[in-house]
């Protein structure tokens, strides 16, 4: 049976983790860190060690900002970044979801903003984000500040061949 | 020269006088630019952060629709320049992936058109020499920190801009035209992206940092060259620690003298106008 690391690795489809020696620069540079329950080195450490359900269900994966300094400053090249985008998805595919559960809301209602019109309607995909996540009043007052100087816009133009964007999400089974 | 112009959904909304400075400098700059045809959302960091399939695919269909032109295609979105980069490093670099994404878009990829940001084109394409000529109002008074952000950036080998670590096309390019430009240590932090909404109070208090960092350094302004980077450092910064924030094209179509340059400062959340006037700019 393919263990937690040989399932990462494949989906990394670049350096394996076990080039990994914990200088811990990746740490050092990340700017969440501070706000992770595991650091980015642990997390490798513990998809070495098999931890499955925990490094799926923890926080971290999804507070990762995707700034890509740790793959920048790794001296093997082991691209973390990457490696939080193969966990967010294998905690979306296996059922686990997200333990930030209105970070993947917010990336569904941009998703589905882009199914809706090809492009993003700000003031639609922020609605949709509201009333899923249930974060009805944060922000609220930029909103009326933000029409007046004409930076939302209920109206903006579509992509025409929707179609075309319908195809991709479809075949790529997307949320 | 004549190239692509990729705006993204950013360019439209939040970002637009981005896309509008970018337009009237491109213009008295002669570039010329030809918008991509039926263009649709890069995907961003929702589209990588769940599926990278899709990821790959939404980039794809637009680099598809710019082949079709026949020219480099600009993209002033760094998120979008990033993903596009991305794609086009894994299209590259995987056979099946390619096979697998033309399939997914119905459509074949060529790779034969390059990806570029307008810093590298104003800088590279363009030259200093070119731009100081233009300059009839120098900026002088204006003290800004380049903030260059992640997305232009990283990972180097992707988006293959010179000097990642300490970049500086901005901070020669806002010399130029006569800023006085400062040195800060924060140039390729980042800004918090795509957390501003989900995860607030962390976004605020990586703003905050970064706002003190360019009060520290002297600056009276910051100057960027992403939406995302603006939309956060103009909206997120607690009260007392806000700066004026431009585009970088504003600052270049003023110091051009080029006609409704204070036109993009009113729509600004934080409103720059008073620091202007102040120095006598507008």
Redesign the interface.
Known sequence: METFLEEVNK?I?GVPLQACYHCRKCTAGC??AA?MEYNPNKVIKMIQNGQKEKVLASSTIW?C?????C??RCPNQV?I?RMM??L??MA?ESGVGAR?K???????A??A??KRG?????PMM?AQ?KFT?GDLF??VA?AP??FL?????LL??R???MK??K???E????? | MKVSYYPG??L???G?EYDQSMKAVSRALNIELKEVE????C????????????SI??SA?NLIAAEKNAMDVMVPCAACFNRFKMAEHHLKA?KDLKAKIE????AKYQGGIAIRNPIDIIFNEIGLDTLAAKVVKPLAGLKPVSYYG?LL????EVCEFEN??NPFMLDKMMGVIGADVKNWSYK???C????A????S?VVD?CDKLMSAAKEAGANCVVTACPLCMANLD?RPSSGLKLPVFYFTELISLAMGLTGSAETF????FDPQPLMRQLRLI
């Open positions: 989906k489809h700017p969440t706000h507070l900002l995707s700034c890509e300094t793959i920048t691209d970044a985008d193969v967010r998805q979306i930030e209105n970070i993947l809301k917010f990336h569904e941009f998703l903003g882009i090809g492009r993003i309607n700000e922020m984000y996540s944060s922000d930029m500040g933000m100087k004409g930076k939302l816009s903006s133009p992509t025409k061949d075309s964007v195809n991709i999400f075949k790529t089974k997307s949320i | 959904c950013s439209h909304a939040t637009k039926d263009w649709s959302c995907g961003a960091s929702s589209a990588h952060s769940t599926n990278f399939d899709l695919a939404l269909r995987d399939g997914v878009v119905g992640c950036l990283r990972p180097p990642y670590e390729t932090d980042c918090g992206g795509s957390l909404i989900s995860k607030t962390i990586m909206m009113k729509s600004h959340m």
